[in-house]
């Protein structure tokens, strides 16, 4: 079973910027894919960003050109760089391996002057 554990969010203004970490254990972890995912107070997860073994990224309608995912395999890491914050990103972020395993705690990010 395998462990991911989330870092970086906390409380910041609109149109700010925070960056979120994701350790995850694994042996495979270089050639998986990565996903980050978010699920908002009273709504269902869903997808926001998503990284192949081989970089290519591809990003929800409603966070592209705001949201930069990226990795480091020798880290075993996997980061999203978020900025121009609206309220509406407001959520607790997770990240996991695509196809999705167990899950972890994931970090809340709060959006709010």
């Known amino acids: 079973q395998v462990q991911l554990v989330e870092s970086g969010g906390g409380l910041v203004q609109p149109g700010g910027s925070l960056r979120l970490s994701c350790a995850a254990s694994?042996?495979?972890?270089?050639?998986?894919?990565m996903g980050w995912y978010r699920q908002a107070p009273g709504k269902r997860r869903e997808f926001v960003a998503h990284i192949t073994s081989a970089g290519t990224t591809n990003y929800a309608d409603s966070v592209q050109r705001r949201c930069t995912i990226s990795r480091d395999n020798a880290k075993n890491q996997v980061y999203l760089q978020m900025s121009s914050l609206k309220p509406e990103d407001t959520a607790v972020y997770y990240c996991n391996y695509v196809p999705n395993r167990s899950w972890g705690q994931g970090t809340l990010v709060t959006v709010s002057s």
């Open positions: 694994g042996s495979d972890f270089s050639t998986s894919a």
